[in-house]
Structures are given as structure tokens and as C-alpha cells.
């Protein structure tokens, strides 16, 4: 499976990441993406970025040395009612708002209360994917998750990091969400969730799973920038919904 996207992607603005945009966007041309997505923590991260960050984002050009490049967000969800720590205007002026839950960020608690915390983060009606969601941080009801995904047309990502230098333990769980996602329909993301720009446009262990579980193309979006484009376009449809 080719994947041209990498939508899952950080800089030395997160604090704990170690490349800039410009060398982000180097790597992923020298690995022949077509398209990559910045996304750094908000700015409930220690260390992470003041909103004001993602206001000034219209200062990176929208394409380098042939790469498209999307202007987003890895949300951190900061309270069981899944809120953000991104205020609703910044959001709606992002190309792409990744939510995930971070244990210096968001509270733990069962596993009904996570998956409840996670499934109100969907509803957010800027949200367009759930970050590393087999977190084993955070143990949450894998069918109700991806059913949710379903209903709300937010896709979940199986995160090349969590299954190679981070989040250990997150396998069993990630598989768990790739096979449901095969059964209900869900559409997919890869992400590296890179902090390194040589970590860029490594999906490896990511697509060893969808090939465990036969996942076809159709459903992981980052096999097209069209496909990409046709999940984020979705978005304006869904807030008229929402009013």
C-alpha cells in the first residue's frame, strides 16, 4: 500500500520535538510524499506552542519543493467532556485538527469514562481524526470508539510511533481498532506522529497491521491527497449540521 500523506507530524514548536518545518518538509520530498500535515501539540502541552501559534500559521507557504503542506493541530482533549485546548475560532481556521489524549493533559479514568471522554472529543465538529486511540494509557471500549468514528466521519489513526518508540504495549490494541474498523467501515489514517524528520514517511509497522487484517486502500484516506481532501472538505457540511 502506498501512502503519500503524512499527516501526523511535529516541530521544535511542540517542545519536546527536534526538527523545523523546513527539514520536515525536506525528508518528506527526498521520500517522495506528496503531501504532509504539521501538526504540534497544543498548548496545554508542557512546552507546547501559545495559541497564537497556530493564528500565524498562514506565514508557511501552502506547498515546498512539491509538497503540499496542511496547517493543523494535535489537539490534546483536556476534560471527559472532551473538550480542547484550542478555542473554536483557532480551530475553524486550521486545514486539519487531530485530537488525541495525553496523560499530562487529559484525565484517566475507567474505561467508560475514557471512551466516553474520546467519543465527545469526535463530536467536536472541527475534529477530523483521533490521534494513537490504542493508547494503553488509556483503555477505552474499542467497538464503541470505531462505531462512533462511524457515526461522526472522524477517522482513527494507527500511529507507526506507538507501535516502534513510544506508547509501549499499544500493538494488541491498535490491531484490535484496524479489524473493527475492517468490519464497520471506518476510515483510517497512518500517521508517523514524527519528532524527528527522519522518522517522516515511516509507516512500516503501521501497514504490517493493515496487512495482517487485509485492509483494503479504500478506507485509510492517506493513500490520495484526493482522498485526504475529500475527508477534510467534509468538515464545513458538519458544522452547518451541528448549528
Given at each position: 500500500?502506498?501512502?503519500?500523506?503524512?499527516?501526523?507530524?511535529?516541530?521544535?514548536?511542540?517542545?519536546?520535538?527536534?526538527?523545523?518545518?523546513?527539514?520536515n518538509?525536506?525528508?518528506?520530498?527526498?521520500?517522495?510524499?506528496?503531501?504532509?500535515?504539521?501538526?504540534?501539540?497544543?498548548?496545554?502541552?508542557?512546552?507546547?506552542?501559545?495559541?497564537?501559534?497556530?493564528?500565524?500559521?498562514?506565514?508557511?507557504?501552502?506547498?515546498?519543493f512539491?509538497?503540499?503542506?496542511?496547517?493543523?493541530?494535535?489537539?490534546?482533549?483536556?476534560?471527559?467532556?472532551?473538550?480542547?485546548?484550542?478555542?473554536?475560532?483557532?480551530?475553524?481556521?486550521?486545514?486539519?485538527?487531530?485530537?488525541?489524549?495525553?496523560?499530562?493533559?487529559?484525565?484517566?479514568?475507567?474505561?467508560a469514562?475514557?471512551?466516553?471522554?474520546?467519543?465527545?472529543?469526535?463530536?467536536?465538529?472541527?475534529?477530523?481524526?483521533?490521534?494513537?486511540?490504542?493508547?494503553?494509557?488509556?483503555?477505552?471500549?474499542?467497538?464503541?470508539?470505531?462505531?462512533?468514528?462511524?457515526?461522526?466521519?472522524?477517522?482513527?489513526?494507527?500511529?507507526?510511533?506507538s507501535?516502534?518508540?513510544?506508547?509501549?504495549?499499544?500493538?494488541?490494541?491498535?490491531?484490535k481498532?484496524?479489524?473493527?474498523?475492517?468490519?464497520?467501515?471506518?476510515?483510517?489514517?497512518?500517521?508517523?506522529?514524527?519528532h524527528?524528520?527522519?522518522?517522516?514517511?515511516?509507516?512500516?509497522?503501521?501497514?504490517?497491521?493493515?496487512?495482517?487484517?487485509?485492509?483494503?486502500?479504500?478506507?485509510?484516506?492517506?493513500?490520495?491527497?484526493?482522498?485526504?481532501?475529500?475527508?477534510?472538505?467534509?468538515?464545513?457540511?458538519?458544522?452547518?449540521?451541528?448549528?
Amino acid at each position: 500500500m502506498k501512502i503519500v500523506a503524512d499527516l501526523h507530524i511535529h516541530t521544535v514548536a511542540s517542545g519536546h520535538a527536534y526538527s523545523t518545518i523546513l527539514e520536515n518538509v525536506t525528508v518528506a520530498a527526498e521520500k517522495g510524499l506528496e503531501m504532509i500535515a504539521i501538526t504540534d501539540h497544543g498548548p496545554d502541552m508542557p512546552g507546547g506552542p501559545h495559541a497564537y501559534h497556530f493564528g500565524n500559521l498562514k506565514a508557511v507557504p501552502s506547498e515546498l519543493f512539491g509538497v503540499r503542506i496542511l496547517k493543523g493541530v494535535e489537539a490534546n482533549v483536556i476534560d471527559h467532556e472532551g473538550n480542547l485546548d484550542l478555542a473554536e475560532d483557532r480551530l475553524a481556521s486550521l486545514e486539519i485538527v487531530l485530537a488525541g489524549l495525553h496523560t499530562v493533559c487529559s484525565p484517566n479514568g475507567s474505561v467508560a469514562e475514557n471512551t466516553q471522554m474520546m467519543v465527545n472529543a469526535m463530536k467536536n465538529p472541527w475534529v477530523d481524526a483521533i490521534v494513537h486511540p490504542g493508547n494503553p494509557e488509556y483503555l477505552v471500549d474499542a467497538e464503541t470508539i470505531v462505531k462512533a468514528a462511524v457515526e461522526y466521519d472522524v477517522a482513527l489513526e494507527i500511529n507507526n510511533s506507538s507501535l516502534k518508540v513510544s506508547r509501549i504495549g499499544s500493538k494488541p490494541y491498535c490491531e484490535k481498532i484496524a479489524a473493527l474498523s475492517k468490519q464497520y467501515g471506518a476510515k483510517i489514517i497512518l500517521g508517523t506522529d514524527s519528532h524527528f524528520a527522519l522518522a517522516i514517511g515511516d509507516f512500516s509497522q503501521a501497514i504490517e497491521i493493515l496487512e495482517k487484517y487485509d485492509i483494503s486502500s479504500d478506507l485509510v484516506i492517506n493513500t490520495s491527497v484526493e482522498s485526504v481532501l475529500r475527508h477534510l472538505n467534509r468538515r464545513s457540511n458538519r458544522k452547518s449540521s451541528v448549528n
